[in-house]
């Protein structure tokens, strides 16, 4: 996740604190399961306003699409 903000804001993306450049970008990895998934992130400026965004849903599927046959041995 990246994004940018007000310099001097406190970031927080899935109720983790990530650090923020002087520009006000920050960046930070989420790790996703497998389902749905949504990435919220929270900013506070330096005069204490928030504001949140949630993402769409995220759908992670590491399923295969094949079946694992084990032959016999005789």
């Known amino acids: 996740v990246e994004g940018e903000s007000?310099?001097?804001a406190r970031?927080?993306?899935?109720?983790?604190?990530v650090p923020v450049g002087h520009d006000g970008r920050?960046?930070?990895e989420v790790a996703l399961k497998e389902?749905?998934?949504?990435?919220?992130v929270q900013a506070r400026d330096v005069?204490?306003?928030t504001?949140?965004?949630i993402s769409p849903s995220i759908e992670v599927d590491?399923?295969?699409?094949?079946?694992?046959?084990v032959p016999?041995?005789?």
């Open 6 to 8: 007000d310099p001097g």
């Open 11 to 17: 970031v927080l993306v899935q109720e983790r604190h």
């Open 26 to 28: 920050y960046r930070s």
């Open 35 to 40: 389902g749905g998934n949504r990435i919220r």
């Open 47 to 49: 005069a204490g306003r």
């Open 51 to 53: 504001r949140e965004a």
């Open 62 to 69: 590491t399923r295969t699409d094949f079946k694992v046959v």
């Open 72 to 74: 016999r041995w005789k």
